[in-house]
């Protein structure tokens, strides 16, 4: 048994109860509220499983951990988007478009190929892949790709999907909110799931977010005692 549990370990197929969380390099999300849930930030590499609608804000979500990202002058790779990259908007909020680069493929598959590509190639310090369909197999092989090329590896999929349990660094839930978007994070490698919360993105995106509705509560006036 013992030789067994030796041999899972190895291949990163078992985390024991007493794993250090300190162990795990990270770095900051550019959001309080998700850095105090992760202890400290995105994992500095690694496979994130983000299920979420499209367009509540979900890369709005993940451009402050983009720019830091790009500090180490490696390729920001978006891989088969659903909408148009809006190089403006990059631009406008510090990231380098010379380090930018779109990929449009042909089917899901070469989607999972460029994807497995460019994270093992060491030339990129971000994948974002939009992909609905994600085999066990293939994340384990995605998962290996991103920690051998030390970079970062999102897949956005839709949450109308079967919830699947798949073996990545960190899983999150999205919904939109009025001041940005509600978080559920619901596995995480080397610590627990938080409660779900709140990241207000008024501050930096205050165009984009509803203001504080004011309350619908009317008070009594006292009664005068005579």
């Known amino acids: 048994m013992n030789t067994l549990l030796e041999h899972l370990k190895n291949k990163r197929l078992v985390w024991q109860g007493n794993q250090q969380e300190h162990c795990l390099t990270s770095n900051s999300t550019g959001y309080v509220e998700l850095d105090d849930a992760l202890q400290g930030g995105f994992p500095q590499s690694g496979m994130i499983d983000i299920h979420t609608p499209i367009g509540i804000g979900e890369l709005r979500l993940l451009l402050p951990a983009l720019r830091y990202r790009q500090q180490h002058k490696r390729l920001l790779v978006f891989i ?3 909408m148009q990259i809006n190089g403006e908007m990059l631009a406008h909020f510090g990231l380098s478009l010379e380090q930018v680069l779109i990929v ?3 089917s899901a598959e070469h989607a999972l190929w460029s994807a497995e590509q460019c994270l093992k190639s060491g030339c ?3 994948v974002l892949m939009w992909h609905q369909q994600l085999e ?4 384990k092989r995605l998962q ?3 920690e051998q090329g030390d970079a970062l590896h999102f897949v956005l999929r839709q949450s109308r999907q079967v919830s699947l349990s798949l073996p990545v660094s960190l899983a999150m839930k999205l919904n939109a909110h009025e001041q940005g978007v509600a ?3 619901t596995k995480r490698k080397g610590g627990w799931p938080a409660q779900p919360f709140n990241i207000n993105m008024t501050h930096t995106w205050p165009e984009l977010a509803l203001s504080q509705r004011a309350s619908n509560v009317l008070s009594f ?3 005068k005692v005579s």
Do not use: G, M, R, Y
Not at 136 to 139: G, K, L, N, S
């Open 124 to 126: 990129c310090h971000s």
């Open 136 to 139: 066990i197999a293939q994340t």
């Open 221 to 223: 006036p006292q009664a």
């Open 144 to 146: 290996l790709a991103a």
């Open 104 to 106: 449009q493929p042909n």
């Open 183 to 185: 978080v559920q994070i």
């Open 80 to 82: 088969a988007a659903p």
